[in-house]
Antibody
Framework: EVQLVQSGAEVKKPGESLKISCKGS????????IGWVRQMPGKGLEWMGI????????RYSPSFQGQVTISADRSINTAYLQWTSLEASDTAMYYC????????????WGQGTLVTVSS | DIVMTQSPDSLAVSLGEKATINCKSS????????????LAWYQQKPGQPPKLLIY???TRKSGVPDRFSGSGSGTDFTLTISSLQAEDVAVYYC?????????FGGGTKVEIK
């Protein structure tokens, strides 16, 4: 069974750093891309970027380029999304999702990680 | 970026009746070399992650009930729920995966009348 299990909810202060994770199982982790999607409170879905764990090829949406870093550790089947300096506007639910190609839909999704940034 | 526009923003349909959601892209998502429309539909129930329903505009993902169907080509697409069930209450999103960045429509909330 394909599963993407994300790390737990986080509460952070503005200016702090954060790295959240997404662990894949039930499939060949290095054969699929992992993407990240933001959903701000009460809002729609925004595609942030993707990574191919086999070689760490990474693509970002221009809206998120320079704001976050996507990485992966193929030895432990885990992808990451990180911030160096959080802002209140980063408060959102973040989903990881599997893509069978950089130009493919997301066929399996993680349960989401809620990030709250508040002073 | 390709802009995806969904309509309506919300709709209320009686149980057993048909629900129709529209999605329009700012440019064609039909790839001429393979004649495929790079368009997907997702369902998101409250408190849950999105779930892929349809890809290539009209191909249902395995396990998705056949009351869900997708149609359209080029820039205009439709998701139809032929006979609305209580468990179909959700927000539905279209997404283009023709070009990066992948983009979603704003969502359509489906409720029971």
């Amino acid at each position: 069974e394909v599963q993407l299990v994300q790390s737990g909810a986080e509460v952070k202060k503005p200016g702090e750093s954060l790295k959240i994770s997404c662990k894949g199982s039930g499939y060949s982790f290095t054969s699929y891309w992992i993407g990240w999607v933001r959903q701000m409170p009460g809002k729609g879905l925004e595609w942030m970027g993707i990574i191919y764990p086999a070689d760490s090829d990474t693509r970002y949406s221009p809206s998120f380029q320079g704001q976050v870093t996507i990485s992966a550790d193929r030895s432990i089947n885990t992808a990451y999304l990180q911030w160096t300096s959080l802002e209140a506007s980063d408060t959102a639910m973040y989903y990881c999702a599997r893509q069978d190609g950089s130009g493919q839909p997301s066929d399996y999704w993680g349960q989401g990680t809620l990030v709250t940034v508040s002073s | 970026d390709i802009v995806m526009t969904q309509s309506p923003d919300s709709l209320a349909v009686s149980l057993g009746e048909k629900a129709t959601i529209n999605c329009k892209s700012s440019q064609s998502v039909l790839y001429s070399s393979n004649s495929k429309n790079y368009l997907a539909w997702y369902q998101q129930k409250p408190g849950q992650p999105p779930k892929l329903l349809i890809y290539w505009a009209s191909t249902r993902k395995s396990g998705v009930p056949d009351r869900f169907s997708g149609s359209g080509s080029g820039t205009d697409f439709t998701l139809t729920i032929s006979s609305l069930q209580a468990e179909d209450v959700a927000v539905y999103y279209c997404q283009q995966y023709y070009s990066s960045p992948l983009t979603f429509g704003g969502g359509t909330k489906v409720e029971i009348k």
